[in-house]
Every structure is written in structure tokens, then in C-alpha cells.
């Protein structure tokens, strides 16, 4: 009845990995939460607005990369570094559209450390429609944490699903123009 309970309240994917972690205390000992578990944090953390929690899933040494932003970005190689990728002002919070995470899956691969996981934050815009915004995360999970990951995110459906097509638009005048 407990498990049902919690997949209502909280959803399959977040009732898996507590199931897990339970399992675990159950068995006497704590174990490092999955690479599945670690990316099922991040993502619905960041659906959630949870942002100042994220940087504690990623290692103090890491290396992500968004390779389909729209403007050329650095690699986020600590933790530090994603601190201030996640910093968002309570202000700006507030005007968030709000987002879910829908259409989870997670590829495991013969490297226990890394998974392949697609899926898409779904967008409900001010007229109560949605958008999604599809998703593909390639990630490295050591010891709980991610230490690599390469976050491929449509820039285009993202700025248009947040209202933010005319930034999208003004960023890429400026990186055409400071071009050589």
C-alpha cells in the first residue's frame, strides 16, 4: 500500500529509485545511488525548480558540455562552475513556465558508469498549451556523482517554450557579428 501511495504522489520513475534506496538501508548498508537514479534527480530538480540542489549531483571535478547550445559555450568543469550555470534569482524564478518530465528513457550501456537517457520537458505555456522541448543526456555516474555528461537540448523549441524567442534571436545576431 506504501508503494502505491508513493507512485500517486510522486510518479513511477521517483518510486523506483526510493523502492531502491529503502532496498539498500533494508540490506544494511548505503550504496551510491544509480547512474539512472542520479539523472532521474537532475532532471526532475531541474522540472522542479530545485536548482540549488543540482550542483551536489555532479562531482567536484566534471566536465559538461552542451553541444547544441545555441551560442558556443564553455565546458562546466567543477562544481563551482555549475553553481553559477544553476544560479537563478528568486525574482526570476517566480516567471518560470512550468515544466514536466515526460517521455523517460534510459539506455544502459556496458559501461556501468554511463547511460544514454531521452526525454522532454514538457513546457505549459500562458495559454495552458504545451511544448516539448526534446532532450538527449549522455552521462558519465561515479560514486553517485556525474563526473561528464554531454546534454544535448533543442536551443530553438527551448527558447520558444520559455517565451524567450526574440533572446534566442538577439544572441545569435551577436555571435554572427563577432565573427571574423
Do not use: W
Amino acid at each position: 500500500m506504501l508503494l502505491v501511495e508513493t507512485v500517486r504522489k510522486t510518479g513511477l520513475d521517483q518510486a523506483i529509485m526510493i523502492t531502491g534506496h529503502l532496498c539498500a538501508l533494508l540490506r544494511g548498508g548505503l550504496v551510491s545511488p544509480s547512474p539512472r537514479e542520479v539523472f532521474l534527480q537532475l532532471v526532475h530538480g531541474v522540472a522542479d525548480g530545485n536548482f540549488d540542489e543540482l550542483p551536489d549531483l555532479y562531482g567536484e571535478v566534471t566536465d559538461v558540455r552542451h553541444p547544441m547550445a545555441a551560442q558556443e559555450s564553455e565546458p562546466l568543469t567543477s562544481r563551482r562552475a555549475l553553481q553559477e550555470h544553476f544560479t537563478v534569482p528568486p525574482e526570476a524564478r517566480e516567471s518560470l513556465p512550468k515544466r514536466r518530465v515526460v517521455e523517460v528513457v534510459v539506455h544502459e550501456t556496458a559501461d556501468p558508469e554511463v547511460i544514454v537517457a531521452e526525454f522532454a520537458y514538457e513546457f505549459t505555456l500562458p495559454d495552458d498549451s504545451t511544448a516539448k522541448v526534446p532532450c538527449v543526456f549522455v552521462m558519465r555516474v561515479r560514486d553517485g556523482q556525474i563526473i561528464e555528461s554531454r546534454d544535448y537540448i533543442d536551443p530553438i523549441r527551448t527558447y520558444t517554450a520559455r517565451g524567450d524567442l526574440d533572446r534566442l534571436i538577439a544572441s545569435l545576431r551577436k555571435d554572427v557579428s563577432s565573427r571574423p
